[in-house]
T-cell receptor
Framework: KNEVEQSPQNLTAQEGEFITINCSYS?????LHWLQQHPGGGIVSLFM???GKKKHGRLIATINIQEKHSSLHITASHPRDSAVYIC???????????FGTGTRLQVFP | GAGVSQSPSNKVTEKGKDVELRCDPI?????LYWYRQSLGQGLEFLIY????????KSGLPSDRFSAERTGGSVSTLTIQRTQQEDSAVYLC??????????????FGPGTRLLVL
């Protein structure tokens, strides 16, 4: 079993829909990162969370430390949101990130 | 200023040859990471540099892989006697001035390595 599991693996949506991507992990962590990988391969960091909730524009990330679960929400989705979204956790007492396998999102107009 | 840059962007080599991949982090960033993304696979941690501390090499897959960071800035990842399974995209990221995993990481565009 992977230490970081994402669901769903693939997601399609119509423009304007509310999107939720989930990340569960089985290890103790100091932080959780959400990354976006564009079709061309470039990776952008969206959020770094250690507790609670963060919002940036149409993106919202939440984390529940007790349940070892995080969600990434996209409101009013747009075709330009089409990308792979990757969850990564920072193991306690290390400087390493362990990555989920990603969720491929396609938003159609 | 400029973001993280990597060179070359693409590298094709023959099995058994050595390759060097370069990463120029964002100026002032003390933390530098190397990751690998094999085709159809997730990202994999390779090595972490933080300031002048000894690097965390625990992710390097074999002793054919090594990395150095000169003057706390530019880093080079070297793969000796390349194998076909080394084919992947090698990504560099930097962050700072604090601890890398607790800060936003800025990723370079990657070097796509193909070993024939």
């Amino acid at each position: 079993k992977n230490e970081v599991e994402q669901s769903p693996q693939n997601l399609t949506a119509q423009e304007g829909e509310f999107i939720t991507i989930n990340c569960s992990y089985s290890v103790g962590i100091s932080a959780l990162h959400w990354l976006q990988q564009h079709p061309g391969g470039g990776i952008v960091s969206l959020f770094m969370l250690s507790s609670g909730k963060k919002k940036h524009g149409r993106l919202i990330a939440t984390i529940n430390i007790q349940e070892k679960h995080s969600s990434l929400h996209i409101t009013a989705s747009h075709p330009r949101d089409s990308a792979v979204y990757i969850c990564a956790v920072a193991l306690n007492n290390t400087d390493k990130l362990i990555f989920g396998t990603g969720t491929r999102l396609q938003v159609f107009p | 200023g400029a973001g993280v840059s990597q060179s070359p962007s693409n590298k094709v080599t023959e099995k058994g040859k050595d390759v060097e991949l370069r990463c120029d982090p964002i100026s002032g960033h003390t933390a530098l990471y190397w990751y690998r993304q094999s085709l159809g696979q997730g990202l994999e941690f390779l090595i972490y540099f933080q300031g002048n501390s000894a690097p965390d090499k625990s992710g390097l897959p074999s002793d054919r892989f090594s990395a150095e960071r000169t003057g706390g800035s530019v880093s080079t990842l070297t793969i000796q006697r390349t194998q076909q399974e080394d084919s992947a995209v090698y990504l560099c990221a930097s962050s700072g001035p604090g601890t890398g995993v607790l800060e936003t990481q800025y990723f370079g565009p990657g070097t796509r390595l193909l070993v024939l």
